[in-house]
């Protein structure tokens, strides 16, 4: 394959996919950007970007600039359009033939994307266990106002001996909220 940046001959590199397995992707050697077939960007196993992007310190300064006003896709030679998606970071070049689906990444933007990800992914987890502590709360509040105060005390009990995620809601925090919750 032929990269569509600069014209050089593109290498095979394996990256490992969800579950094991295995993807070719085409790198290239020269400018570092990577082409990806049909929905292998978004199969690819979370940390293969930090493992296969060149490691070259020189390179790694140098910007990466795509230097063709019309990239044409490896696949198929069809011109290629860039675009912009809000699961992508915003500084990061997407271009995408629309014939074969096939996506284009400069060098960098592997990483980029698999840091953006994964920052995605945790934010998800902490408000999903934030949510969970405040439907505990809310339960146990109405559990007071209800007039089930023995209940409420032994939840309440429960509740508090449980370890808190850090930055959802720390021990003194989340004590103070329900008493005063409990007291009002």
């Known amino acids: ?9 593109m290498h095979q590199v394996k990256i490992v996919a969800h579950y094991g397995q295995p993807i070719i992707v085409d790198q290239c050697q020269i400018c570092g950007g990577i082409w990806f077939d049909e929905a292998e960007l978004f199969r690819a196993r979370q940390g293969e970007a ?6 070259d310190a020189d390179i790694a300064r140098a910007p990466s600039m795509i230097e ?20 992508f970071p915003q500084d990061i070049i997407l271009v995408h033939c629309r014939l074969c689906s096939g996506i284009w990444l400069n060098r960098g933007g592997f990483v980029q994307y698999q840091r953006f990800r994964q920052g995605l992914l945790q934010r998800s987890q902490q408000k999903s ?4 502590r405040r439907a505990e709360i ?3 509040v109405e559990s007071y106002e209800s007039g089930r105060i023995t209940g ?3 939840k309440l009990g429960e509740f508090l001996s449980t ?3 850090r930055g959802v809601f720390t021990s003194l925090g989340a004590i103070l909220w329900i008493i005063d919750q409990i007291s009002n």
């Open 68 to 87: 063709e006003s019309e990239l044409l896709c490896p696949r198929d030679r069809a011109v290629m359009l860039q675009f912009a998606d809000r699961y």
């Open 163 to 165: 370890p808190a995620d």
């Open 152 to 154: 409420t005390l032994r």
């Open 1 to 9: 394959m032929i990269c569509p940046n600069d014209g050089t001959e």
């Open 50 to 55: 930090d493992r296969i992007e060149m490691l």
């Open 129 to 132: 266990a934030a949510d969970k």
């Open 138 to 140: 809310k339960k146990l």
